[in-house]
């Protein structure tokens, strides 16, 4: 696996156009970005605005400084990442997992399974093909979920179609369109 050290100002924003394979993305040093995958980008280039990685072809981790904002166009496999600010991906493929996001996540459409936990706000604007798994969230809004949805200790939550089973535990403020398959819905303060 190859390795690749991109030293960043703080609060430093990245955009990635295409990652082909999976992407992992976690925390490391402040003030640096590590890119590691089996074949490294075709183009990576720092602007006044942001490091730009356009096009990777495999598998690509990334370890960035936790006050990093991620910007991503399209995922082609499973995205995992945890630890740092801000994250707004435009198309994933497969599954995502998201953990101890200090800022917003924002998600246009995921192929596969989504679990989040620890997350000061997630938005999925298109379409979940899968599952939810949401905990430990001050706000969720979802606008379609094709399979099931299981949500734990979440603020505020707005959902769009369930399509599948719909539960809900610790939530304070639920707005839901038509569940699919059962609803469970206990203690919950206020619904809509």
């Known amino acids: 696996m190859e390795t690749r050290t991109v030293s960043v100002g703080s609060a430093p924003r990245i955009v990635i156009g295409d990652c082909r394979g999976d ?70 493929g497969g599954d995502v997992e998201l953990n101890d996001l200090s800022g917003a996540a924002q998600l246009g459409r995921v192929g596969g399974d989504l679990s989040a936990s620890h997350l000061a706000a997630l938005e999925v604007s298109d379409r979940l093909n899968g599952e939810l798994r949401a905990e430990s969230i001050k706000q969720l809004q979802v606008d379609r979920i094709d399979g099931d949805a299981d949500v734990d200790d979440v603020e505020s939550a707005t959902f769009g179609n369930v399509g599948g089973d719909f539960s809900a535990q610790g939530v304070n403020a639920l707005r839901c369109r038509p569940v699919g398959g059962d609803a469970a819905l206990p203690n919950l303060s206020l619904i809509h």
């Open 23 to 92: 992407l992992e993305i976690t925390v490391g040093e402040n003030g640096v970005v590590e890119i590691s995958s089996s074949q490294m980008p075709d183009r990576v280039q720092q602007t006044d605005e942001a490091l730009v990685i356009e096009r990777a072809a495999r598998d690509l981790e990334l370890s960035v400084p936790s006050d990093a904002e991620i910007v991503i166009e399209r995922i082609g496999g499973d995205l995992l990442a945890r630890d740092f600010a801000a994250l707004a991906v435009q198309s994933v």
